[in-house]
Each structure stands twice: as C-alpha cells, then as structure tokens.
C-alpha cells in the first residue's frame, strides 16, 4: 500500500467552489499536492497515468476560472481526468478506481455532476460542448462549455466536424487543445508538425498581451475584417490559421504547468466577447513523476507499481497473450508475402504492430485516431492489389462501420481485419467492450467472420486471411493470455466456413464460438458427470456458418446450446435463423442460445464479468439442465 502524500491543502479541498475560495498564489501548491495524490492512487488502482499528471496544473485552473459544474467540462477521451475526480467529490474514491463497484477510469454522466459527458473513445469532446453551447445559447441560460481534447485526439476527423460547426457557439464554447506531443505512442501526420511550429514559434503567450489583443478585440463587425486580418496575420506567425480558418479564435501557445499564466489566460477567455476560443495549452505527459516522464509511453497505462522506483508489478509469467500471437503470425506472412501491409489506428502497442513495424516499417501505417480513414485506407491498398490487415481493436472498429460496409463489404475488396479485444475486456468496462462485432458484421454479405478459441486457432485464422482474397474477412480474439496449448509449427490454411467437432457424444450439443471453447469444455464435464453426453464443437466461424455441421448436430441432438462472448445478433441468432429456415425445431429440438446480456456492463474483473454475464461453465450447465429439465443430479423433474 503506497503511503499517502501529505496534502494540506488538497485536504481542504473536496469541489472546486473550495478551489475558487483559495488566493491564486496557493494553486501550485495544490498542483502539487494533487499531482502526488494521482500518483499515489494509481500507484495501488493501476490505470492511466500518464495524461493525468500531464494536466493537473490544467485541472486547477479550469476548475478555478470556470463556474464547473454550471459551466460544463468535457474531457475527450476522460483517460486523463483522475485529477478532476479527486477535486470534484470523489477522492474518497479514487482508489476503488477501474475495479468492480468502483470509479469508472472515464468520465462518466451517472458518476457526478462534473462529468456532463461520458467518455473513452476520442475526439468527442468538442462535438458534445457544442451542444452543450448552443442548448445554452437556445435557452439563454449562462454557462459556458469548454472541451479539453489531446492533441492524438485531434487527429480524428469527427474533431474537424465539429470545429467546422463551432461558429454558431461564439463565446459559450471554449477548445483547450492539451498539447503534450503524444498520442499513446508519438503523435503522427501533419498536425503534429503544425503544432510543433506553434510551440516553436517562439516563447510562450504572455497573458497580458492577450489581455490586450481581446481588449481589441471589437465585436463591431466594421472591426471584425480588422481583427481577422490581425489574427490572419498572426496566425501566419504563429500558425494559429489552421484553427482561425475553422471559425476559432486562436490563442498560444501557453504554457500548461505555469498555473497563475494559465489561469490569467483562462479568465481573459472567459470574459472575451466573442469566440469560439481555441487555448493551445502545452504540457508533458507524465508531468511530475521521473519514471513516467522517461518512458517512452509516458506511462500512459500501468498497472500497480512502486512510486519510489517506479518499477511496475510483473504479472507472472503465463501464457502468450492473443495479442502477442497475432503480431508473430502477421509477421510469419509477411516474410513470405510482400503485399502483406499492417494498418493501426494510433494503437501499435495494444496491437501488437508495433513489433510488426520492427521487421516491415514501410508496411506498417500508423494512421492517427482515424479508424474511418483507416478502413477506407485499407480498402484502397486492396483494391491496388495488397493485402491489408487492418489492426482495430473490436470496439473501435465500430467508429468505422460505414466504411466498412460501403468501403469493403459492398465492393467485396479483401480488406483483413483484427480485431483484438474481442468480449468483455476488464477494467476499461462497457466503453471498451467488444461485444458487437459479431452482430455487425455477420450480417454483412461476402464478410468471412471468424473468432479464434485459443491461440493455436488464432495462428491457423490469420494464415487462413492472409490467403483468402475473394473477399473481406475478419477474425476477433480477447484481451489477455491465450490457454498455454502447444502453438503449431506450420500455420494450418482453414476451410473457410468449416468448424470442428472437439469432443463427440450424442446427447447434448454444445456449438462454441471463440474463448469460451474452454468453458464449454468444463460444463461438458460436468454434464458427463451426469449421466449426460456431450458433444462440443468449436464453429470457427460465425459467417459463413458450417451449415451441413449444424444441421448434423441439430439433428441427432436432444439439446443444442450456442455460447459465444457476444451480444445477442451474433452467432445464435444466426444458428437459430438456419434452424428455423429447414425446420431443424420443428422435431422437438431445445435449441438454447448463451451470449452476452443486453447491458453494458461496468468495470471489473474480466473472470467476474463473464460470471456476471452468465457465460461461464456452471452457466452452460444450468441451461442445458433446464432444457432437460432435469435437476442438478440429472433426475427428470417430475412434469408439472
Ligand atoms: C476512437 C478511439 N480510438 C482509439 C482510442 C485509444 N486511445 C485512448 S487515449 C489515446 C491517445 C490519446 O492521445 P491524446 O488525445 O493526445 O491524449 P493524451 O493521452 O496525450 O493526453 C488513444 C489512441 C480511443 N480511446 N478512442
Ligand atoms: C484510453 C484508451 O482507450 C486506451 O488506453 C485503452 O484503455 C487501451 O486498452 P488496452 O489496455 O486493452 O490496450
Ligand atoms: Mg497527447
């Protein structure tokens, strides 16, 4: 248990009013004394580290400026608001962080007044403030919104839409660009180097002389074409045009870390006539803490760690994690295929592309936060003869589905797509849950969906893409370790749409979809123990379904049960429309379907969340009982 900080006067503060009561020369010492406070609690919760201490100083000041919770603050991505929580009621808390029943490592609307807007997936931000703005506006109720976006962040596209939008909120909307040259790896495209011109361009922006240029700043529109060309000329010197020419009013670069600089800057923004504003605050992610401020990650997501050396919990070994496997299969096809390239959405770590890029940089696209431009990206690489796998993590991916069905799926152009942590996903909770994939894209035709049971399958599935060109594919595996089974020499090409009998019986059927194989393994066990034959098959693929091996099963079966960690409109839905479709029900069958519930589930563990979920062997066990209805001990219940 790491010892607490001594933190006088953050202990004075519980909401940001208290903040407000202080002398702007006491808030470094809050900085501080916050800072230390993250640090310590992430050091025994785990989590995301790096951002937050990048905007503790930020943190101060907005809440200090700015009437919160009146005026609304949206954090985009929310991965960096711990500091706000621990300032806004919740510090008593914030070591229950990302656990089961704990504080969400987001922001989150039903956690507290503060958080006016959910987060986690990026880029958000400035599209909700701006409703947030103009229901103002409409209403003529007082309150400003302000978005806090990162500068990975402003690499999507839906951040553009947004800005292009802006206009209508004149001065109800403030943009802090939190500039800490950093996305979860090294920023990448143009942007970065527009912003590093910025921040180069000279010292940072002195409050006073914003002071004076807003003071100038009329809003007489005989003064408007002066002020814009004096911003125009500005920008020219300070780059700030890109955001002028979409309607902000720039300023910086500031200084994120000098608080009273940053608070004097806030206060002539918020008073400004017009707007909307774009404050480009610089900072560094991993502020204040030497092990997070020399990583190469800026430890950006930890887990629990030792805040004197920093060094972090080793998890003991285990198996290789589906992530790992995946980035060596890939590489295994690429030596032998050049036109194998790999595409990540600002992700090369969470991956696995980052290893891929060590052996192919020039086939390795990093593309920012852009997973719709990453999609369509690819589906240009494949229509020129490539062969792309797209890299996005399964709830990502759902950012993209229009390309995915307007790009790929409907110009049939064989696009790959790995989609990692695939089903419940732990501590990142219903935000990161890849529960859909299965859903939207089995019912997409000419797609090959296919979802890995351990890792040997995992290798088998990304050789079986790598060859498959007739068309678009796509294979789901879960965070974390694989089961430890041996891995295959040769990667084995799979015939497309064909599953696998694991373990034959003749009374029970149980059809499994991915990772849970292994717990259907255990309830067939347990039902064998009961007097009860089983069969397990493992389907292999989602789409196209193995239909002669269904029909098969669903025949000679009493009870059939499909299990899969999906929501519903996955493989069941799928098994049960072919059921339904040849009458395979009509003989009497008890066909039963087990996916995941129809909630989002909160944080926690993953094992709890599958308990949670209903998806773990007892569970598969129960249903079939059931279906028999036969009790625990295999005895027929009496018929009511
Ligand atoms: C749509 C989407 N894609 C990818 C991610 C994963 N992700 C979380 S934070 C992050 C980097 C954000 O960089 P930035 O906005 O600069 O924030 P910083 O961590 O530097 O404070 C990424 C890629 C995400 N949350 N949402
Ligand atoms: C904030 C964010 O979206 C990422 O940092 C995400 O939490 C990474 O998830 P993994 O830890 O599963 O890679
Ligand atoms: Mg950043």
Same mark, same amino acid.
């Given at each position: 248990?790491?010892?607490?900080?001594?933190?006088?006067?953050?202990?004075?503060?519980?909401?940001?009013?208290?903040?407000?009561?202080?002398?702007?020369?006491?808030?470094?010492?809050?900085?501080?004394?916050?800072?230390?406070?993250?640090?310590?609690?992430?050091?025994?919760?785990?989590?995301?580290?790096?951002?937050?201490?990048?905007?503790?100083?930020?943190?101060?000041?907005?809440?200090?400026?700015?009437?919160?919770?009146?005026?609304?603050?949206?954090?985009?991505?929310?991965?960096?608001?711990?500091?706000?929580?621990?300032?806004?009621?919740?510090?008593?808390?914030?070591?229950?962080?990302?656990?089961?029943?704990?504080?969400?490592?987001?922001?989150?609307?039903?956690?507290?007044?503060?958080?006016?807007?959910?987060?986690?997936?990026?880029?958000?931000?400035?599209?909700? *403030?701006? =409703?947030?703005?103009?229901?103002?506006? +409409?209403? %003529?109720?007082? !309150?400003?919104?302000?978005?806090?976006?990162? $500068? #990975?962040?402003?690499?999507?596209?839906?951040?553009?839409?947004?800005?292009?939008?802006?206009?209508?909120?004149?001065?109800?909307?403030?943009?802090?660009?939190?500039?800490?040259?950093?996305?979860?790896?090294?920023?990448?495209?143009?942007?970065?180097?527009?912003?590093?011109?910025?921040?180069?361009?000279?010292?940072?922006?002195?409050?006073?002389?914003?002071?004076?240029?807003?003071?100038?700043?009329?809003?007489?529109?005989?003064?408007?074409?002066?002020?814009?060309?004096?911003?125009? *000329?500005? =920008?020219?010197?300070?780059?700030?045009? +890109?955001? %002028?020419?979409? !309607?902000?009013?720039?300023?910086?670069?500031? $200084? #994120?870390?000098?608080?009273?600089?940053?608070?004097?800057?806030?206060?002539?923004?918020?008073?400004?006539?017009?707007?909307?504003?774009?404050?480009?605050?610089?900072?560094?992610?991993?502020?204040?803490?030497?092990?997070?401020?020399?990583?190469?990650?800026?430890?950006?997501?930890?887990?629990?760690?030792?805040?004197?050396?920093?060094?972090?919990?080793?998890?003991?070994?285990?198996?290789?994690?589906?992530?790992?496997?995946?980035?060596?299969?890939?590489?295994?096809?690429?030596?032998?295929?050049?036109?194998?390239?790999?595409?990540?959405?600002?992700?090369?770590?969470?991956?696995?592309?980052?290893?891929?890029?060590?052996?192919?940089?020039?086939?390795?696209?990093?593309?920012?936060?852009?997973?719709?431009?990453?999609?369509?990206?690819?589906?240009?690489?494949?229509?020129?003869?490539?062969?792309?796998?797209?890299?996005?993590?399964?709830?990502?991916?759902?950012?993209?589905?229009?390309?995915?069905?307007?790009?790929?799926?409907?110009?049939?152009?064989?696009?790959?797509?790995?989609?990692?942590?695939?089903?419940?996903?732990?501590?990142?909770?219903?935000?990161?849950?890849?529960?859909?994939?299965?859903?939207?894209?089995?019912?997409?035709?000419?797609?090959?969906?296919?979802?890995?049971?351990?890792?040997?399958?995992?290798?088998?599935?990304?050789?079986?893409?790598?060859?498959?060109?007739?068309?678009?594919?796509?294979?789901?595996?879960?965070?974390?370790?694989?089961?430890?089974?041996?891995?295959?020499?040769?990667?084995?090409?799979?015939?497309?749409?064909?599953?696998?009998?694991?373990?034959?019986?003749?009374?029970?059927?149980?059809?499994?979809?991915?990772?849970?194989?292994?717990?259907?393994?255990?309830?067939?066990?347990?039902?064998?123990?009961?007097?009860?034959?089983?069969?397990?098959?493992?389907?292999?693929?989602?789409?196209?379904?193995?239909?002669?091996?269904?029909?098969?099963?669903?025949?000679?079966?009493?009870?059939?049960?499909?299990?899969?960690?999906?929501?519903?409109?996955?493989?069941?839905?799928?098994?049960?429309?072919?059921?339904?479709?040849?009458?395979?029900?009509?003989?009497?069958?008890?066909?039963?379907?087990?996916?995941?519930?129809?909630?989002?589930?909160?944080?926690?563990?993953?094992?709890?969340?599958?308990?949670?979920?209903?998806?773990?062997?007892?569970?598969?066990?129960?249903?079939?009982?059931?279906?028999?209805?036969?009790?625990?001990?295999?005895?027929?219940?009496?018929?009511?």
């Amino acid at each position: 248990m790491s010892d607490r900080p001594e933190t006088p006067l953050l202990d004075t503060v519980q909401y940001p009013d208290d903040i407000r009561k202080l002398d702007r020369n006491q808030l470094p010492q809050l900085a501080e004394e916050l800072r230390q406070e993250v640090i310590s609690a992430v050091s025994v919760t785990g989590g995301h580290l790096g951002a937050g201490l990048g905007v503790v100083e930020l943190t101060v000041a907005i809440h200090y400026v700015f009437d919160t919770p009146n005026d609304k603050l949206i954090w985009d991505v929310g991965h960096q608001a711990y500091p706000h929580k621990i300032v806004t009621g919740r510090r008593d808390r914030i070591r229950t962080l990302r656990q089961g029943g704990g504080l969400s490592g987001f922001t989150k609307r039903s956690e507290s007044d503060y958080d006016p807007f959910g987060a986690a997936h990026s880029s958000t931000s400035i599209s909700a *403030a701006l =409703g947030f703005a103009i229901a103002n506006k +409409l209403s %003529d109720s007082p !309150g400003k919104a302000i978005a806090v976006i990162g $500068d #990975g962040a402003m690499s999507a596209g839906m951040a553009y839409e947004a800005m292009n939008n802006a206009a209508a909120a004149g001065n109800r909307l403030v943009v802090i660009l939190n500039d800490n040259d950093m996305s979860i790896a090294p920023p990448v495209g143009s942007l970065r180097n527009s912003l590093a011109r910025l921040v180069s361009s000279g010292k940072y922006l002195a409050p006073r002389r914003l002071a004076q240029k807003l003071a100038r700043a009329m809003p007489e529109p005989l003064h408007v074409a002066a002020r814009r060309m004096e911003e125009y *000329a500005r =920008g020219l010197v300070t780059g700030g045009t +890109l955001f %002028d020419e979409l !309607g902000f009013y720039y300023v910086g670069p500031v $200084d #994120g870390h000098d608080v009273r600089a940053l608070v004097e800057v806030l206060e002539n923004v918020r008073d400004a006539p017009e707007g909307p504003m774009l404050v480009h605050v610089v900072t560094k992610k991993g502020k204040g803490y030497g092990p997070a401020e020399s990583a190469a990650d800026k430890y950006h997501g930890v887990v629990k760690f030792d805040v004197v050396s920093g060094v972090q919990a080793k998890a003991a070994p285990g198996a290789p994690s589906y992530t790992g496997v995946f980035a060596k299969a890939l590489i295994g096809e690429a030596e032998r295929d050049d036109k194998i390239v790999a595409i990540t959405a600002a992700m090369p770590s969470g991956t696995g592309l980052d290893k891929f890029e060590e052996k192919f940089p020039d086939r390795t696209f990093d593309v920012g936060i852009a997973e719709q431009h990453a999609v369509t990206f690819a589906a240009g690489l494949a229509a020129q003869g490539y062969r792309p796998f797209c890299a996005i993590y399964s709830t990502f991916l759902q950012r993209a589905y229009d390309q995915v069905v307007h790009d790929v799926a409907i110009q049939n152009l064989p696009v790959r797509f790995a989609m990692d942590r695939a089903g419940l996903v732990g501590a990142d909770g219903a935000t990161h849950a890849g529960s859909f994939d299965l859903a939207y894209l089995c019912t997409l035709p000419n797609f090959v969906v296919m979802a890995a049971a351990d890792e040997a399958e995992l290798v088998h599935m990304v050789h079986t893409m790598a060859l498959h060109d007739s068309g678009p594919s796509a294979v789901r595996y879960p965070r974390g370790e694989g089961r430890g089974i041996p891995m295959p020499e040769i990667p084995e090409r799979l015939a497309i749409g064909k599953g696998r009998i694991v373990k034959q019986g003749n009374k029970v059927a149980i059809l499994s979809l991915g990772t849970r194989l292994a717990e259907a393994e255990k309830a067939a066990e347990q039902l064998e123990a009961k007097g009860l034959s089983t069969t397990v098959a493992d389907l292999r693929f989602a789409k196209p379904l193995d239909e002669e091996l269904i029909r098969k099963l669903l025949t000679t079966h009493e009870v059939a049960v499909t299990v899969e960690e999906a929501s519903i409109g996955g493989l069941g839905a799928h098994v049960l429309t072919l059921a339904s479709d040849e009458g395979l029900v009509d003989a009497g069958l008890k066909i039963r379907t087990m996916r995941l519930p129809d909630t989002f589930q909160d944080h926690d563990k993953p094992e709890k969340q599958y308990d949670e979920a209903g998806l773990n062997a007892p569970h598969i066990v129960e249903t079939v009982l059931k279906a028999l209805r036969v009790n625990s001990a295999g005895v027929e219940e009496v018929r009511a």
